[in-house]
């Protein structure tokens, strides 16, 4: 995810205007997270950027699944599993999604009832 926020970055400096290039921003930063020791201060970072994303960017298919992936890095599956459900409604060809909404339904079904 390094090289890629490095590449959107300059694309940034040329065309800061470009469509959907804060979400690919997003996102690269979200990879990066991941791994880091910084992680709070990523969250919060990354989601200011995405408060600035224009209204127009928001009822594509892209947003909803960098929004999931900022729940899914948070662990808040049920939420992250909504965005991933609702991007697939939008875009059925959405193969990132699709794969990460299997993998949050395999996790919840590692979690074990304490009751059972």
Do not use: C
Not at 90 to 100: G, I, S
Request: charged share 30%; hydrophobic share 40%; net charge positive.
């Amino acid at each position: 995810y390094k090289p890629a926020l490095e590449a959107l970055k300059k694309i940034q400096e040329v065309d800061p205007n470009m469509d959907k290039l804060r979400l690919y921003l997003v996102w690269s930063k979200i990879g990066i997270m991941e791994g880091s020791l910084k992680k709070d201060k990523l969250l919060q970072e990354v989601e200011m950027d995405l408060l600035q994303v224009p209204p127009h960017e928001k009822l594509e298919a892209l947003y909803h699944f960098v929004s999931g992936l900022l729940a899914k890095s948070k662990e808040q599956y049920t939420s992250a599993k909504k965005y991933f459900e609702k991007v697939l409604s939008v875009d059925a060809n959405f193969l990132a999604a699709r794969r990460e909404l299997n993998h949050i339904k395999a996790l919840e079904a590692q979690k074990k009832d304490l009751f059972n």
